[in-house]
């Protein structure tokens, strides 16, 4: 299992684009790249999901460098309702997910 | 996106007593489902497979006499927390794996809160 990394909390300011970015140096070939977000008391929610390139969705674009060893979520003009925890996975080939610390955005006035 | 049920949302126990929690898919079939257990500030920590029409695979340190599971249709999982006891209290969440639009993606439910007394 590919294991992720990425930064523990980030904070911003309503408006703002924000951009998380997550290392999965070990990704495996079959592997996609796919984000939730979570808050509190609540399960996660599925944002979005990529294998490679760019993909952008009503939420949020992904981007996927070509060596797919890490990747960047981002969220244009956040609002005080995305703060959250966003967590970063590698998954595929029916393999079970493992979750990390994931990332707690903080996003203010 | 793909829609998974829990319920109860929340309960409360005693201790000793047993909770069955509940796990469907909506609007699709899932062949697998997962269990997880998520304490307070904390990540979510997978505690088992659940597989239709098989025995479900637990996590190392899980113990599958205490949490059973039952995966008897391709839309129900359910995780009952046998003899509860207070260090079970915490929040199970349950998910399911759509192969929708050719893709894999995991959906997760609402969540369970248990509080045992």
């Known amino acids: 299992l590919a294991k992720t990394t990425q930064p523990i909390s980030m904070d911003s300011y309503e408006g703002q684009e924000v951009n998380i970015t997550c290392s999965h140096n070990n990704i495996a070939t079959n592997d996609y790249i796919t984000w939730y977000q979570q808050f509190p008391s609540q399960g996660p929610r599925f944002i979005i999901q990529?294998?490679?390139t760019k993909v952008t969705n009503e939420v949020a674009s992904l981007f996927i460098p070509a060596d797919r060893k890490s990747s960047t979520l981002s969220l244009p003009r956040v609002s005080l309702s995305d703060t959250a925890v966003y967590y970063c996975?590698?998954?595929?080939?029916?393999?079970?997910?493992?979750f990390g610390t994931g990332t707690q955005l903080k996003v203010e006035l | 996106g793909a829609v998974v049920s829990q319920h109860p949302s929340r309960v409360i126990c005693k201790s000793g007593t047993s909770v069955k929690i509940e796990c469907r898919s909506l609007?699709?079939?899932?062949?697998?489902m997962f269990w997880y257990r998520q304490f307070p500030k904390q990540s979510l920590m997978l505690m088992a497979t659940s597989n239709e029409g098989s025995k479900a695979t637990y996590e190392q340190g899980v113990e599958k006499d205490k949490f059973l599971i039952n995966h008897a249709s391709l839309t129900l999982s359910t995780l009952t927390v046998t003899s509860a006891h207070p260090e079970d209290s915490s929040f199970y969440i349950c998910s399911a794996t759509s192969y929708a639009g050719g893709g894999e993606t995991q959906y997760f439910g609402p969540g369970t809160r248990l509080l045992v007394l």
């Open positions: 990529g294998y490679k």
């Open positions: 609007d699709f079939q899932a062949t697998t």
């Open positions: 996975l590698a998954t595929g080939g029916g393999n079970k997910l493992t």
